[in-house]
């Protein structure tokens, strides 16, 4: 089977075509003199499957790339075109949170199908809600296996899952529920989250909690700045936890974010490569671990 690769996830491209039986097609990449950006698969592609790769983070040129490219596809009669988003950008914006505000989730998900995408695979998708914005049957992995067998096998003692705020309850449960029952202290806890404005976050534990000397995972679909993170590390370190660990499937890891997790109580932090690690940004306190295992089981 043939896989394209816009190239915005390198790694997880070459460790996909490692795991499953994919062969990376080539492709003609340009720009034209006033910018425009021409794709053009150099394969025979005419009646066969086909697999793309590409994220649609910013900038824009990502998500125009993977739309002229599935595109160019569709023009050239492939049979099916499978598109694989391992980090869906634009998902946040999935609720009319105010009079006029944009419904990117959707516009994103309308925008493959009008390109000619028949199925997508994405990770982690930020809420429940973005599944109902697809016209083109979607499969929503989860990179929480694989963050979850990684903290099975450090044994921890004493430990309780939290979400970072409480919107994320339902990720930490579903995390909690691929952890299973061993060491657990208690249920999945949460923080309290109050955004004052965008990318800000104030962070507090809801009275009563009871951390003192638990040792702690926190769970969360992504992490862009940090705040949310460090800002409940931070609580969950004044109210007397032991160790605090992050696991997070998208690490955007954005602006002060580095700087804040450096700085922050927490442990190690655990992402995959779902979003591209940028060497400036490695330090010894995140490790990546790879999305593509779980990938694989879903090309067939
Ligand atoms: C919020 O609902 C999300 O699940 C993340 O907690 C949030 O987007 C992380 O953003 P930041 O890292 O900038 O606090």
Known sequence: MLLFST???????????????????HLEIKNFSDGELYVRP????????TWVIGSTMPPSDNLLKLLIL???????AAKKINVIIPYFGYARQDWIDQPNAPLTAK???DLLAA???DKILTFNLHSGQNEKFFTKPLVHLSAYPALAEYF?????NNLLIFSPDQGGIHRAEQFAKIYGKKNLA??????KKYRPRPNVARISLPKG???????????DDLIDTAGTLAGAAEALHRAGARAIYAAAAHGVLSGPAIARIKKSPIKEVLITDTYPMLKAKQIPKIKIISAAPVLKKSIV
């Open 107 to 109: 516009l994103m998900a």
């Open 152 to 156: 099975k096998k450090m044994c921890l």
């Open 42 to 49: 150099k394969e025979k592609v005419r009646s066969k499957a």
């Open 70 to 76: 599935i595109n160019a596809l569709k023009t050239a």
């Open 186 to 191: 208690g249920p999945v806890g949460y923080c």
């Open 7 to 25: 190239n915005t996830n390198p790694d997880l491209t070459k460790a996909l075509v490692r795991h499953a039986r994919l062969k990376l097609g």
């Open 209 to 219: 909690a009871d951390v003192k000397n638990k040792n702690i995972v926190l769970v």
């Open 115 to 117: 390109a000619g995408a």
